[in-house]
């Protein structure tokens, strides 16, 4: 079947690579593979920068900086839309439209709701865009539960995990700890919950590296506890292969969230063969599948006694081998079969 795909590309921006980057990378890589006579054009703004993955493989189409007007007209002759992001063009589209909710913390967390007529308005287009979807893609069966808990039952829904991508593996060679050191992947928004991990680490020797975290929220999260200043090193331009080394070479990956719609993080760090500990909150319990080391989101002590444990050798190599026999089911390519087959069943439906 020759189909065309019409794709919000606007989370490829330049010098910054999100999960919702990689889920949607990931995914468009999958759909060339199994179908490379299928037509995908990716819409991006002038910051963005197509992955260098995805070379050959897609079409671009740059836009200007307000694309709701455009997307009616480019999506004619389309036989999908596809939205990494849980929204839709306010204008009618002329074919179906699939998109993916990965969480709905901006419409939960109190930091996120202190302007309420923009958490009003933010609702209202999460409402509307599962309405108008044919299809709604939930990454974890916690965020459906807690979009459902907002706007009401999604009719047209399915929960459909993202696999880790296969560059995430563990080294053939034992790599020496210079300097053990805890990692910690995230923007440091609110919801991250940076700080408990400060305040776990004060009074220790344990060292602290931050990956991804904005100048803004660094200032933040360093003005709660500023006596742990030369224990934390926040870095920001890591690319995928310096990413990679940083897990490999990590005693544990920390993310202490107090809300994920799935969390990337941990399990890359798992098939890179490091433990992961993580908040005790039921979307971090089902995407780690019970293998990481759980701590409650606000208990520093917790945290504390949970890194402390991981430098006995012993206690690691277990949680390590754990990780290593788990975490094939949720990489490679087959992860993202169930994607496809919507996307195949919605398209031949039209």
Known sequence: MNASMLVDGREFMKGRRTGIGR???GLLLAIHEQHPDWRLTVAMHKQCVLPASLDGKVAELYLPHLPELFWPSLAK???????????????????????????VFYLTHPACRKN????????????????KA?????????????????VGEVQHAAVRYSPVEPCFSPSDEKIPLIVPYFLCVGNGM??????????????????????????????????????????VEFMTGVDDEHLLELYRRATALLLPSLEEGYGFPPLEAMASGTPA????????????????????????????????????PEQRHACRQQVLEWIPCRQGKDGWRDHISDIEVIMGDC
């Open 23 to 25: 889920f949607l990378e």
């Open 77 to 103: 002759g389309q036989d999908l839309f596809l939205s990494p992001y849980p929204k839709l063009p306010l204008l009618h589209l002329p074919c179906p439209a699939v998109h993916t909710v990965h969480d």
């Open 116 to 131: 309420r007529l923009r958490t009003m308005i933010a609702r209202w287009l999460l409402r509307r865009s599962i309405s």
């Open 134 to 150: 044919a299809l709604t893609w939930f990454v974890s069966q916690a965020s459906q539960q807690a979009c459902e808990a907002l």
């Open 190 to 231: 609110p919801h991250k919950n940076v700080e408990v991990l400060l305040k776990a680490i004060q009074g220790t020797e344990l060292k602290l590296k931050c990956v991804g975290v904005s100048e803004q929220a660094e200032k933040r999260i360093m003005d709660s506890s500023p006596d742990v200043k030369n224990q």
């Open 277 to 312: 500990i993580v908040s005790d909150i039921p979307v971090l319990r089902e995407s780690t599948g019970g293998k990481a080391i759980y701590c409650p989101p606000h208990d520093a002590a917790a945290w504390r006694r949970a890194m402390l444990s991981m430098q006995d």
